[in-house]
């Protein structure tokens, strides 16, 4: 008998029985898939457009072309421009979410193992530099879009379930400032290295923060 292939009808397992489709995805799976796709390409393009853009800004003319859609495409994505740039902001922010997250999922940390993890932010933010660079010079978005102090506010809470010092910080208006600043340090060397293209000084730098933060979490994790 011949063999099937994916996607043909299979033989049917016992005599009499009906004969099924072998397993594929099904067409719903593939849909999503494909939007999915089309949603990543009209993104990539909107930073790539805005890269491009002399005084940042762009138009959705700009975009689909960049991403070869139509303009219906790209509606049946993203109402307005604003939209498809609030959306990488969201992707954006998603992604140095679970750098933090990874953090947290640390149990006793070392400086080498802070080192690390910061290096791998480092190099999450430059495979992503482009949607850095756009979101930093669109002005189609206002600064209340995004509330910095409500962000870090909530970074400093989902490592507070794993690190004492991160939970006192929560808890205590002093310790929050220490931990703010070394929040904002981590921010300063991600746009010194990553979107400035700073110098040399990496390794150092990163050496440097990361003992900061192992001392805050041990010396702060022993204080009352």
Known sequence: ??????????????????????????????????????????????????????????????????????????????????????????????????????????????????????????????????MILALMRTRNLSAADFDARLYYRGVIERLGASHAAFRAAHERSDVRAEALLLLLQIEGLIRYFVVADGGDEEPAMVRQIAGDLRQFIDTRASRP
């Open 1 to 130: 008998m011949k063999p099937k292939r994916i996607g043909d009808v299979a033989e049917a397992s016992a005599p009499g029985e009906p004969a099924t489709r072998a397993p594929y995805g099904s067409q719903s799976d593939r849909r999503e898939k494909a939007k999915a796709a089309t949603r990543l390409r009209l993104l990539t393009a909107t930073c790539e457009t805005m890269l491009r853009s002399v005084r940042g800004d762009i138009k959705v003319e700009d975009i689909v072309s960049a991403a070869s859609v139509s303009r219906a495409t790209f509606y049946l994505h993203f109402p307005s421009i604003d939209d498809a740039l609030a959306a990488v902001r969201s992707d954006m922010t998603a992604l140095l979410d679970g750098e933090y997250a990874k953090l947290a999922a640390m149990g006793r940390v070392d400086d080498h193992a802070l080192e690390t993890w910061l290096e791998d932010m480092l190099g999450m933010c430059r495979e992503h530099r482009a």
